[in-house]
């Protein structure tokens, strides 16, 4: 298969500003980066995303791909990003059929910093299949949440981000973004699923953020069963991760998970450490 080219762009992730606190004292902290990265796919403008600008190549190519607007990572020739322009260039093999009608239509969604996915939220819903025997261990549910509290992250740093991760079924962690906006940090993920081959089936996506509909899809999308966060979930996450049968499980935070969906894919250990 061949692979796009990719640029390597690089930005700070962070940015020194001074501040006054409560008593006048004067000091300086680190808050989170943040900037337009506008994607334009062969020469034309596509959109602007709101980016931490940490993985802006892999930021692309997952959005194209949860925005179901290219099938394949072969599809694509090259993503070039230059931030002297705020911009990324996706030149593909055989551009994208009906792109205007395709994007003419698009949905606001509750993520931060406001993600947009285009066309009907539920298209191709009814048509994901994910793996009906993929099950996770109690103690494997322990073992991610403990690996993502002793993560080095920006959050730590500078607070203000949301942070997704992806681990395989036994809680080995593979991938961690972070990005001002949990949309942003998914795609992010998905792009550098795409560019490894990793598919999704025996995998279990952590986010930082809320379970909202836009996230249970763009996980099932990815092919994976399992969704967890330290957050909540919302009405219509909840609904649409039960009709696909995704495991959901919210408020994992120490010994403590909420499992809303897929009860039947969790393996409950009464002596899980």
């Given at each position: ?11 700070p ?17 680190a ?5 337009a ?9 596509l ?15 997952g ?24 911009a990324v ?7 994208i ?47 991610i ?20 991760a ?7 962690l ?8 949990r ?9 550098r ?8 089936g025996?995998k279990v ?16 999308q ?6 967890l ?10 609904m649409?991760?039960g009709?696909?049968?995704m ?8 010994k403590?998970?909420?499992l809303?969906t ?12």
């Amino acid at each position: 298969m061949s692979l796009p080219r990719l640029s390597d762009a690089r930005a700070p992730l962070t940015h020194e500003v001074e501040v006054l606190d409560e008593r006048g004292r004067r000091s300086t902290i680190a808050i989170p980066a943040e900037r337009a990265l506008t994607v334009y796919v062969d020469k034309r403008e596509l959109v602007t995303l709101m980016t931490l600008g940490g993985a802006p190549e892999a930021l692309t190519l997952g959005y194209l791909r949860n925005q179901r607007l290219v099938q394949a990572v072969a599809d694509i020739v090259s993503v070039q990003v230059d931030w002297s322009v705020d911009a990324v260039a996706v030149v593909t093999r055989s551009g994208i059929a009906d792109v205007e009608a395709r994007t003419s239509k698009k949905v606001v969604t509750t993520g931060c910093g406001q993600g947009s996915v285009f066309g009907g939220l539920m298209d191709d819903i009814d048509r994901i299949v994910l793996p009906p025997h993929a099950r996770l261990a109690q103690s494997t549910v322990y073992r991610i949440v403990d690996t993502i509290r002793t993560q080095q992250s920006i959050y730590k740093q500078a607070g203000s981000v949301h942070g997704c991760a992806l681990f395989s079924n036994t809680g080995e962690l593979l991938y961690f973004v972070e990005d001002v906006g949990r949309h942003n940090a998914v795609d992010a993920i998905a792009g550098r699923m795409w560019l490894d081959g990793v598919a999704g089936g025996d995998k279990v996506f952590y986010t930082t953020g809320r379970l909202t509909s836009e996230m249970v899809i763009k996980g099932a999308q990815m092919g994976i069963p399992f969704l967890l966060s330290r957050s909540g979930t919302t009405q219509m996450g909840h609904m649409v991760a039960g009709k696909i049968g995704m495991a959901l499980l919210a408020r994992c935070s120490g010994k403590h998970f909420l499992l809303l969906t897929g009860h039947e894919r969790l393996d409950f250990e009464p002596l899980a450490p």
